[in-house]
């Protein structure tokens, strides 16, 4: 399916939104799950836009900035992998693989925002120096509408302006190629999650791990909901027993006080 002209703009103007959001890290609205999710329900398919926002939330679960290192967009990945799928009724799986050269293009157009956004600095210490506050603060949301006018022009050309070059290239694919994206896609959220492991993820936290997975994996549910709730439950059991421990260790402490304070050297052999 076509995406129409209204249906271009309105997903650069939520372009905006999340380039702004994403830009402050503010509600964290860029989130792929969030973008994908309203980018499908813009687009008509709100079904595809959940399936890809969890899809795409998973491969970026881990992918967090280290240094000079940027991962690629969330915000382009999640709007191009449900524009992608729904123009060309691949499975997201597929348009996961097809959306990164997107977020990388768009994520190298905010490394070089700044590097650029680096002369402001100087002009912005001048205003404050002479105390014209007005031209400050102008200068400090410059970069920000900047940003959001590139993810909105970014966004729209590739959504509406690209979109048939992109279901010709797609189309034109052979098998085994539509396929190795296929897979690529489907081990995308897998790596992401693994990612997320690799920081988050302590030995003695390692018998939850496996009962959620065991969970998940060989009991049947209609949802994921029940594993959910599971893991909440075990969260809170844990909540509850460490809380209970740092109780009593500083029931501890505050008796080893007392009872230093009740000897003195008097009281000595």
Sequence with gaps: MAVTLTQGVLIAIFAIIAGIDFWLEGFYIF????????????????????????LTELAFAGLTPVGGTQP??????????????????????TAIGLSL??????????????????????KADEYVAKGEFRKFGMIVLL?????????????FLSVYGAQNLMKTLVNSMPTWLSHGFTIAGGILPAVGFGLLLKSML?????P??????????????????PVAIIGASLAWIEYGREKKEQEVNKKFKNMEKSLENVGGEEDGI
């Design 72 to 93: 690629p967009n969330p915000i382009m990945a999640g709007i191009m992998t449900v524009v992608i799928a729904h123009t060309t009724g691949n499975s997201p799986a």
């Design 143 to 155: 970069p920000t509408v900047l940003v959001a006018l590139l993810y909105s022009a970014f966004s």
């Design 31 to 54: 989130r792929p799950m969030i973008v994908c999710t309203v980018t499908g329900f813009l687009l008509g398919d709100l079904k595809l836009g959940i399936i890809a926002g969890g």
């Design 208 to 225: 939850y791990l496996l009962l959620g997975f065991t969970a998940a994996c060989f009991i049947k549910f209609g949802n994921l909901m």
């Design 101 to 122: 050269p997107f977020s990388i293009l768009m994520q190298y157009i905010i490394l070089f925002c700044y590097s650029i956004f680096s002369v402001f600095t100087k």
């Design 202 to 206: 302590k030995v003695k936290y390692v």
